[in-house]
């Protein structure tokens, strides 16, 4: 088959996107806590209207997608997440906030579904690895980078920087500046649904392991110990990874006196910069050792960054938060890649319960916040070392009926 590069590149834009709009919350929190004078727990409701989108939409999407195709889910996909920026951007408050933030993880949740199946069938079976590694390395640029996009905004707000800022000031309501940040991703998502209404879509074939099952088939996945046992790891996983990005500028700002706005978004765009960095190192460590060994190493460092994080003075603390992104580089698709090759069948229908443990995100984040509240931030985000534990066992009891390649396993 001929690959599509048109579509290969709106495919690596939408990674982009996603990422782009997905991973400022952290970053944001400070301002928001302090804009509607939250509780640790009301904060954390923010992100948990994010990510539960994730555990209701990943399974429904994909029956979607095959009943109306690619073209008209991303045009919903990307709909949905206008009318969820748009209803911040106009009408701020706390509860629209919570809606807004729940439809926009609808479509982001839809947009994840669509585009791996994608960016295979566009870019060619053969050269889908090499693709997919190159579109996350796209996710984790737009991760590093809008962080820096709010704390441009932030400090330039009052300087009468360019015609740009010029128009966020008269659009935004002036008493939350970091609303400006959703305007910008309203003018985003508008240009993206252009590009797609006027995008030729190539007829995509689903392979076995990208179909959704029948409701038969996910009962029985659903009573399988292997794969409830994957979907907590995925669940710790997300839980530990938006577990530190969202509290860490509130941590760094609580603890050390550190500005959300420079020195707490530095943080965080490096967090997700070294994770990118992360990425792309370990393509050539899953050709060294046993997957299951990188993830015991790269657990136990991340449970000693996570110390120095927590209980370090204030250097020690700035450098670890950011390092954790590196050491969970490896994590998740160590995980995902041991649970699908643990079983000999449906891996489209078990990809969708695993997808529904991106809720993690939305739970962990929760629970940090409630403890929080009663106990302090502190000990709120000690919990993360329980997530931990969790994904160290893995790499104990992990019996995958298919190991990863090195250069040095013997010839089979």
Known sequence: MKRNYYMVGLVFVTFFVISFITNILGALIPDIQHSFQLSYSMVAFLPFSFFIAYGIMSIPA???????????????????????????????????????????GIGMAMLQVVINPLLRSAGG?????????????????????????????????????????????KVTNPQYTWT???????????????IVLFSRFP?????????????????????????????????????????????MSEFLHRYHGKDPLTDGANAVSWYWGLMTLGCALNLLLLKLFDSRKLLL???????????????????????????????????????????LNSLPSHHGSFSGILCTGIAGGAAVPL????????????TGMTFIFICLAYIFSIGIWAKPLINNKTILSSPQ
């Not at 400006?180 to 252009?194: D, H, N, P, S």
């Open 367 to 378: 629970l940090i916040g409630w403890l929080a509240d009663h106990a302090g931030l502190r």
């Open 125 to 169: 079976e053969e050269h889908f690895a090499f693709n997919s590694v190159l579109a996350q390395l796209l996710f984790g640029l737009a991760s590093f980078i809008s962080p820096r996009i709010y704390t441009y905004i932030g400090a330039n707000w009052h300087a009468g920087a360019g015609w740009s800022l010029s128009l966020l000031r």
């Open 62 to 104: 994909g029956i979607f997608i095959e009943a109306y195709g690619e073209k008209k889910a991303m045009l919903v996909s990307f709909g949905v997440a206008l009318a969820g920026a748009a209803l911040l951007s106009l009408f701020v408050g706390y509860t629209v906030s919570l809606l807004s933030l729940f439809l926009m």
């Open 297 to 339: 190493v790269f657990t136990a460092l991340t449970i000693i960054m996570l110390g120095f994080a927590l209980w370090g003075p204030m250097r020690y603390s700035e450098l670890a938060f950011p390092a954790i992104g590196f050491t969970i580089s490896i994590l998740f698709s160590v995980i995902f890649s041991l649970a």
């Open 180 to 194: 400006a940040l959703y305007w910008v991703f309203l003018l985003v998502i508008g240009v993206m649904i252009l």
């Open 203 to 247: 007829t995509v074939v689903l392979k076995e392991e990208e179909r959704s099952g029948t409701r038969t088939v996910y009962a029985g996945l659903l009573k399988n110990r292997t794969v409830l046992l994957y979907f907590l790891g995925i669940f710790c996983y997300v839980g530990v990874e938006q577990g530190v990005s969202d509290w």
